[in-house]
């Protein structure tokens, strides 16, 4: 079947209009939900119009926080109510996205996880990497459960935690703590508007947000269907045709991006001395419209010495990363 037509299809079962988000994550070629995927989003949006209701397809790792908010909200914009449709990964910034539904129709393979941010600052820590400054970015939760070792493993006393503190603001710029101190609280604020857009139980609320910002420890913890749905998210079980429709549009998304073939520069190059390359990243799609982040490479044999050794290696140049329409 078509894309065009599994789109057409979900649209017929789940009586609504619906739009597609899909981010790769193929190995070399990762992209991430980015606020320059607003005014394509837009565009797809108001070729809809104003409906009683709207369907949102995601497949992604995660991304830019207040991208996602704002996708969130431009939902609400437009529709009454937002459906959420996982057929697999939604992680992170892309469980916050999650939030805003009415419903959360995941699939029996679909995929949460917590939504604690990384901070990425000049303040943090950095490491040097052939020739240039690589900032490492700083995990929320990180900071929190060092607090939380000092007190319970360690047993260091509340008199003594300054100390604690101290010994961590030596290694990590105390205005990069601050950020992440920020971002703890912004995103637990971020996901209360959303719940209580259509959710009137506060303490409801109040357990899923901190299940997804503080409980759950890891970022990479990833939480599936019957878990959402103790954390009390609005889950629903899409039926087995809608199950399958689902699977198979994200599968015709993968093929689409190549999600299962890394990216290897020597292996595109293949015997050719130089060659330009367009790969398409991720896609935002519905009935009307498409567009494709693509990313435009120019590539050529070359050789290094390290050495004094002679090795033969691949130069790689990005010459374009934008939204385009299809």
Request: with cysteine; proline share 5%; charged share 25%.
């Amino acid at each position: 079947m078509a894309r065009k037509e599994l789109i057409a299809k979900i649209e017929e079962l789940s009586k609504c209009r619906l739009i597609c988000y899909v981010t790769g994550d193929r190995k070399g070629q990762e992209a991430q939900i980015g606020e320059d995927s607003l005014p394509p989003l837009y565009e797809h949006l108001a070729a809809i119009g104003k409906v009683e209701k709207i369907a949102f397809f995601i497949y992604t790792r995660g991304g830019h926080t207040l991208t996602g908010f704002a996708m969130a909200n431009a939902f609400r914009e437009f529709a009454k109510e937002v459906d959420i449709l996982i057929p697999f990964r939604a992680h992170s910034c892309g469980t916050l996205i999650s939030l805003s539904g009415s419903r959360i129709n995941m699939g029996p393979f679909g995929q949460l996880s917590p939504i604690d941010p990384s901070i990425t600052t000049p303040h943090g820590p950095s490491i040097q990497h052939e020739g240039q400054v690589q900032f490492i970015p700083v995990s929320v939760e990180d900071v929190a459960n060092y607090f939380a070792l000092a007190r319970s493993e360690a047993k260091v006393s509340e008199e003594k935690m300054n100390e604690v503190f101290s010994r961590l603001s030596e290694r990590v710029n105390p205005l990069a703590l601050g950020a992440v101190y920020r971002a703890r609280e912004q995103i637990g604020m971020l996901a209360k508007k959303l719940l209580k857009r259509h959710l009137n139980d506060e303490n409801r609320i109040e357990k899923i947000v901190n299940s997804l910002t503080r409980q759950l420890l890891s970022h990479d913890y990833v939480i599936g269907r019957s878990e959402a749905k103790e954390l009390g998210l609005p889950i629903e079980d899409p039926s087995e045709e809608m199950s399958g429709l689902m699977w198979q549009l994200y599968q015709d998304f993968a093929e689409e991006l190549k999600l299962s073939h890394p990216w290897i520069p020597e292996t595109e190059l293949g015997t050719q001395q130089s060659v330009k390359k367009v790969n398409c990243r991720a896609v935002i799609e519905s009935r009307e419209k498409k567009h494709g982040y693509c990313s435009s490479y120019e590539m050529k044999r070359t050789s290094i010495t390290k050495d004094g050794v002679k090795y033969d290696a691949v130069q790689t140049k990005t010459v374009d990363d934008s939204w385009k329409p299809f």
